[in-house]
């Protein structure tokens, strides 16, 4: 089947670096996106990997690496605005259907 | 304001009840989707209209009912729902699906949905 696993919760400190993880299990990899959603509110797009490496953004960069189906979310300089949940998204085409594989999202506390 | 727009933004309804879901899209993207929200579980899709025409439906209880009339506009029909059916109904739209570098979704705000 097509699995995707996240931490449920993560503790950083204002300032400071946090790494999320994401592992996926799963048929027909097409891509693997990262999305970033505050309580009450709608994801919003982050970062997209369908090579190998690190996409970099400001203070969010995303690595991927295919063979070990493992990604992970860096944030830098961490800010309370970051306090949201990150959901780690496979994207799959199998018979020429794509479909959006969703994990359950890591919900990031930042402490002053 | 990610160009995504849901109505209503929160609902109660009755399990006898029949309400609809309104969303619409400003993007001019060609696919729109409808998902199911609950606390601690993934995303969970339900339906996909890509240029209007449904492609996908996730195994979907018939209560549920998706409308597309063009590109920009999504209904889901609600009718004689459960109390599990509480949750937190997401509206997305992507320029196309799949295949394409970054052809990520944009979401609305969503429903939050209480069935009493």
């Known amino acids: 089947g097509q699995n995707i696993d996240q931490p449920t919760e993560m503790t950083a400190t204002e300032g400071a670096i946090v790494q999320i993880n994401c592992t996926y299990q799963t048929s027909g990899f097409n891509g693997l996106f990262w999305y970033q959603q505050h309580a009450g509110e709608a994801p919003t797009f982050l970062s997209y990997n369908v090579l190998d490496g690190l996409e970099e953004k400001g203070r969010f960069s995303s690595f991927l690496s295919r063979s070990k189906g493992y990604s992970y979310l860096l944030l830098k300089e961490l800010q309370m605005k970051d306090s949201a949940s990150y959901l780690c998204?496979?994207?799959?085409?199998?018979?020429?259907?794509?479909?959006?594989?969703w994990g359950a999202g890591t919900k990031l506390i930042i402490k002053p | 304001e990610t160009g995504v727009t849901q109505t209503p933004r929160h609902l109660v309804m009755g399990m006898t009840n029949k309400k609809s879901l309104k969303c619409e899209q400003h993007?001019?993207?060609?696919?729109m989707y409808w998902y199911k929200q609950s606390a601690k579980k993934p995303l969970e899709l339900m339906f996909v209209?890509?240029?209007?025409?449904?492609?996908e439906n996730n195994s979907v209880p018939s209560r549920f009912s998706p409308e597309c009339p063009n590109s920009s506009h999504l209904f889901l029909h609600l009718h004689t729902l459960q109390p599990e059916d509480s949750a937190l109904y997401l509206c997305?739209?992507?320029?196309?699906?799949?295949?394409?570098?970054?052809?990520?979704?944009?979401f609305g705000p969503g429903t939050r949905l209480t069935v009493t």
């Open positions: 998204a496979v994207r799959v085409v199998m018979d020429s259907n794509y479909q959006l594989i």
């Open positions: 209209y890509n240029f209007k025409e449904q492609t």
């Open positions: 997305a739209s992507s320029q196309a699906i799949g295949g394409l570098a970054g052809d990520e979704q944009y």
């Open positions: 993007l001019g993207h060609n696919a």
